[in-house]
């Protein structure tokens, strides 16, 4: 099954539904201190802007070769035009973004001197989407699930505001409406809401956090337990817990099996959307039906990938299946 995993995702067309924002890096040099207080003084030799939040998982998507399409809001504004144009740059379609006169672009500002990162700046507004703006964005949103054949929809909630309770029920029903796969990548708000889901993907933080559970003692056993009262509770197929680098647990609920993925030795330079590369090689491999054991093993293999990358990057295909390629070789010499 995982020969030519990469070439069969190139068939997918995947709808991505989540917060958006731009990660921005303003890279110099520091040699001196401000006059005015003690900080040092950036001089800016570079600008760097890169798509963040969902559009980063629909950036990795179109790396592996699958089709992309991207449903959010943003400003319209400068910001929301940088993102426009960045869109346009990566190849992927605009059509499923609106912009709103109501609320700015989420943009986050890595401020990088001498290589290190010395602060980040973020401006954003988290609030949720007015009437007019949730009708705009349900309609565009509707209306690509009623025009295009979509094998998937990944939910990726950042909590600035796009979705709540009421509109995930919404989309849900529409889905299965529709036969479409659904996978999450949730963040703590609106944790609970997406029952009926086929996959559930929170770190080891938003779990413990969402369930009440003492992070730092917590034993696989006891990981087992909770995912599976999750799973149960909301009626989600597979529950996967991202372990940093521990790696990945999954549990099964048709099958009431619990496993758990290992992370591969490796140097990590910056976890930044580790996550939204996770969800997105997970949401592919389920598409292609690709076993649930070595689905974890090819998103950890890829996760692990852009952690050894300074900032927010898609994986890198080439790179995924040389390692893929040496986990076959590893499973025919065992």
């Given at each position: 099954?995982?020969?030519?995993l990469?070439?069969?995702?190139k068939?997918?067309?995947?709808?991505?539904?989540?917060d958006?924002?731009?990660?921005?890096?303003?890279?110099?040099?520091?040699?001196?201190?401000?006059?005015?207080?003690p900080?040092p003084?950036?001089d800016?030799?570079?600008?760097?802007?890169?798509?963040?939040g969902?559009?980063?998982v629909?950036?990795?998507?179109?790396?592996?070769?699958a089709e992309?399409?991207?449903c959010?809001?943003?400003?319209?504004?400068?910001?929301g035009k940088?993102?426009?144009?960045?869109?346009?740059?990566?190849?992927?379609?605009?059509?499923?973004?609106?912009?709103?006169?109501?609320?700015?672009?989420?943009?986050k500002?890595?401020?990088?001197g001498?290589?290190?990162?010395?602060?980040?700046?973020?401006?954003?507004d988290?609030?949720?989407?007015?009437?007019?703006?949730?009708?705009?964005?349900?309609?565009?949103?509707?209306?690509l699930?009623?025009?295009?054949?979509?094998?998937?929809?990944?939910?990726?909630?950042?909590?600035?505001?796009?979705?709540?309770?009421?509109?995930?029920?919404?989309?849900?029903q529409?889905?299965?409406?529709?036969?479409?796969?659904?996978?999450?990548d949730?963040?703590?708000?609106?944790?609970?809401?997406?029952?009926?889901?086929?996959?559930?993907?929170?770190?080891?933080?938003?779990?413990?956090?969402?369930?009440h559970?003492?992070?730092?003692?917590?034993?696989?056993?006891?990981?087992?337990?909770?995912?599976?009262?999750?799973?149960?509770?909301h009626?989600?197929?597979?529950?996967?817990?991202?372990?940093?680098d521990?790696?990945?647990?999954?549990?099964?609920?048709?099958?009431d099996q619990?496993?758990?993925?290992?992370?591969?030795?490796?140097?990590?330079?910056?976890?930044?959307?580790?996550g939204?590369?996770?969800?997105?090689?997970?949401?592919?491999c389920?598409?292609?039906?690709?076993?649930?054991?070595?689905m974890?093993?090819?998103?950890?293999?890829?996760?692990?990938?852009?952690?050894?990358?300074?900032?927010?990057?898609?994986?890198d295909?080439?790179?995924?299946?040389?390692?893929?390629?040496?986990?076959?070789?590893?499973?025919?010499?065992?």
């Amino acid at each position: 099954m995982l020969d030519q995993l990469i070439s069969k995702f190139k068939a997918a067309k995947v709808l991505v539904v989540g917060d958006v924002m731009i990660d921005a890096y303003l890279k110099g040099r520091v040699d001196r201190i401000s006059p005015e207080a003690p900080v040092p003084i950036l001089d800016v030799k570079e600008r760097d802007y890169r798509l963040g939040g969902a559009a980063n998982v629909a950036a990795n998507l179109k790396a592996l070769g699958a089709e992309p399409i991207l449903c959010s809001v943003v400003g319209k504004d400068p910001k929301g035009k940088i993102f426009m144009d960045q869109l346009s740059k990566m190849g992927l379609t605009s059509e499923g973004i609106v912009q709103s006169n109501e609320r700015i672009t989420t943009i986050k500002y890595r401020i990088i001197g001498n290589q290190s990162q010395m602060i980040r700046v973020d401006e954003e507004d988290k609030h949720g989407l007015s009437e007019k703006e949730n009708e705009q964005f349900l309609n565009a949103l509707f209306n690509l699930i009623d025009r295009y054949q979509i094998d998937a929809i990944i939910f990726e909630d950042y909590d600035k505001g796009l979705l709540n309770p009421t509109n995930i029920a919404q989309i849900i029903q529409k889905a299965r409406e529709k036969g479409i796969l659904m996978t999450t990548d949730p963040k703590k708000k609106n944790f609970h809401a997406y029952g009926g889901v086929n996959l559930f993907k929170p770190n080891l933080k938003e779990l413990s956090d969402a369930l009440h559970l003492n992070q730092e003692q917590l034993t696989l056993e006891q990981l087992h337990d909770a995912a599976k009262q999750f799973a149960h509770q909301h009626e989600i197929d597979m529950v996967m817990v991202t372990l940093s680098d521990k790696g990945i647990a999954l549990y099964h609920r048709l099958n009431d099996q619990f496993e758990w993925s290992p992370a591969s030795a490796r140097e990590v330079s910056d976890v930044s959307g580790a996550g939204d590369t996770v969800i997105s090689v997970a949401t592919l491999c389920m598409i292609v039906q690709l076993p649930p054991t070595q689905m974890i093993k090819v998103a950890n293999l890829a996760g692990g990938i852009v952690c050894q990358f300074v900032g927010v990057v898609p994986v890198d295909p080439i790179l995924l299946e040389e390692q893929i390629m040496e986990l076959v070789e590893q499973n025919t010499k065992s």
